[in-house]
């Protein structure tokens, strides 16, 4: 009995992994309305009693598309959050909805893009810049301080996490694969 069982938990053991290798769950926007907050140069937002820092776009980037931001106003944005900080991509701002987009003109999210990529998580990036100089696509630049990748231009090679020669990867640990 016990010798037909164990050929038969190796086979269950082998399809499980099988599937969870192409069940990829997709991370999706989010929706985050509530009052900001501004405290030490960094902006936050407060929705339904919890409190988030946001990741927004840059200073030239809300200037470039008339987005004024004001403490205490209401705001409404897409993100995904990553330990309590919203990674803004979409802001509703007067009626119209502003996509985030990179130097090249791309925008920061692209959905069919976002699984199986790298990510940082900007609560721990202290945008130091070393992950930027290791990209072999440039696929890394810096956004209000914090580094950003573009999921178009990444290859996956993975060593802005892992490290490449000198480069030990990032030495804070806030680049991961999302899985
Ligand atoms: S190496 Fe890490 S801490 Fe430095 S900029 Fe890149 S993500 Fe941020
Ligand atoms: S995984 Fe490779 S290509 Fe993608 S952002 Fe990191 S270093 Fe660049």
Redesign the pocket.
């Known amino acids: 009995m016990k010798k037909n069982l164990i050929p038969s938990l190796i086979i269950v053991i082998v399809i499980f992994c099988f599937l969870n290798l192409f069940s990829t769950e997709k991370p999706d926007l989010e929706m985050f309305e509530g009052k900001l907050k501004i405290m030490g140069g960094e902006w936050f937002i407060i929705s339904d009693g919890d409190f988030f820092q946001l990741n927004l776009a840059s200073e030239e980037f809300l200037k470039e598309n008339n987005i004024i931001l004001t403490s205490k106003e209401q705001f409404r944005a897409e993100g995904v959050i990553i330990e309590e900080v919203i990674n803004v991509y979409r802001i509703h701002y007067n009626d119209s909805i502003i996509e985030l987009r990179d130097i090249s003109g791309n925008p920061l999210w692209q959905e069919e893009k976002q699984v199986g990529?790298?990510h940082v998580n900007p609560k721990k990036c202290i945008g130091c810049r070393l992950?930027v100089s290791?990209?072999?696509?440039d696929?890394?630049s810096m956004v209000h301080g914090r580094a950003i990748?573009?999921a178009d231009?990444?290859?996956?090679?993975?060593?802005?996490?892992n490290g490449n020669g000198n480069y030990k990867g990032c030495p804070t640990g806030a680049?991961k694969k999302q899985e």
Do not use: S, Y
Not at 134 to 137: A, G, M, N, Q
Not at 153 to 161: A, F, H, N, S
């Open positions: 990529h790298f992950c290791v990209c072999p696509t696929a890394i990748i573009d231009k990444c290859i996956d090679c993975g060593i802005c996490e680049i």
